[in-house]
């Protein structure tokens, strides 16, 4: 007669998201605590990373750099996604992340939204912004390229155009992200919640950028620190790569066009308007925020 245990181990499968997530929340919150403490030096500018808040308070940018060490830290150590996912997610990661830097330290005054940066480049006017852009394009298209097709049939010409979209794919998201990071915790929420929803075959690098959302989450509710372009911009790439992992040709296209739809809303609309206006939005958006005032 076999026996039969009472109680299954958990599955290797539902573990390593927990655990890549758990060591991304770790390392990022650790990060932070020490960079505060010690702040690293920034060659080359003399903004550092500290500004002033609508309060009129000090906030830190250094949370970015701690989100995307935390997040990175986990996709290298865990060995839980394949080989070329966890290749691109550290090369787009890296990438959206260093261009973030470059933008929050080195940007320019005026903010000019996307449509402001390109039109800025075609009249031969060189923003921070138009090179973060330009910078996420090609980092995005690079990841798409090593993530490889959407696993479809077809003439090589289609395989290529599906490596465009998943390039535009990263680079949107990473966009998207950004744009969300208007408000306290606000794109952090969005990460953990894009995270969730990720499929199987993205889920270790979406585990990674949740536990990492997590792990800066109260510094950032308590307007201490911000994602800055730093983290935003690598969340959404990251996010790009765990979706085109996972994703088949009409989901990878269907995607994008969503992308787009937003990022050309966003010009025209407020998301921060919409989400006023929106109850469950609002409620979420607000959850664990300090009230408003001028003050603590």
Known sequence: MTAVPLCRPPERSVLMPVVTAGLAAAAAARLLRRWRAHPPSV???????????HRGEPI?????PAFVAGALTAVALVPAAPRRVRAAALLAGAAA??????????????RKGLAGHLGALARGEVTTGAVKVLGLAVSGLVASAVVGG????????????DVLAG???????ANLLNL???????????????????GSGGLPVAAAVAGASLGVLRDDLAERTM??????????ALLGVAALAGLGRR???ALLSALVALTVASEKVSFTAVIERTPVLRELDALGRRPPGPGR
């Open 251 to 253: 989901s990878r296209w």
């Open 43 to 53: 060659p080359g500018t003399g903004r550092g990373w500290d500004r002033t808040n």
């Open 167 to 173: 390039g535009a794919v990263v680079a949107g998201a």
């Open 150 to 161: 959407s696993g479809g049939e077809g003439p090589r010409a289609g395989r290529a155009a």
């Open 227 to 236: 994602l800055g372009d730093t983290g935003a911009n690598a969340a959404g």
């Open 180 to 198: 969300l990071d208007l408000r306290p915790g606000r794109a952090l929420k969005a990460t953990v919640l894009a995270g969730a929803l990720t």
């Open 60 to 64: 830190s940018l250094l949370e970015g």
């Open 97 to 110: 992340g260093a261009l973030g830097a470059y933008d929050d330290l080195a940007e320019q005054q005026v």
